[in-house]
Nanobody, 120 residues
Framework: QVQLVESGGGLVQAGGSLRLSCTAS????????MGWYRQAPGKQRELVAR???????GYADSVKGRFTISRDNAKNTVYLQMTSLKPEDTAVYYC??????????????WGQGTQVTVSS
């Protein structure tokens, strides 16, 4: 089993920045990749960014050039640096761990979510 704990959400004005963190514990050797999903009210959960154990990354088109995912393997932690935030980035952000994939069901482990609110 893997446990994921997110932190770093909050309220920020449009154009501002936030950094989310997610620390994994437990059977972390089983994790091939980690990702960040988000879910806005009334919308489906969507993949924002993912990173493989070797460092390969992928991003949703809506965040390319604004968000950066990174990981510190020694700390079993993945980060999501978010810049130039827009009101449409408002959502609950979830950390996920599993396979390097764009398919939600390929991520076996999920954090509890952290709220990000961007005011206009």
């Amino acid at each position: 089993q893997v446990q994921l704990v997110e932190s770093g959400g909050g309220l920020v004005q449009a154009g501002g920045s936030l950094r989310l963190s997610c620390t994994a514990s437990g059977s972390t050797f089983s994790i091939n990749a980690m990702g960040w999903y988000r879910q806005a009210p009334g919308k489906q959960r969507e993949l924002v960014a993912r990173i493989a154990s070797g460092g390969t990354t992928g991003y949703a088109d809506s965040v390319k050039g604004r968000f950066t995912i990174s990981r510190d393997n020694a700390k079993n932690t993945v980060y999501l640096q978010m810049t130039s935030l827009k009101p449409e980035d408002t959502a609950v952000y979830y950390c996920a761990a599993g396979a390097y994939s764009t398919v939600q069901s390929d991520y076996a482990y999920w954090g509890q979510g952290t709220q990000v609110t961007v005011s206009s």
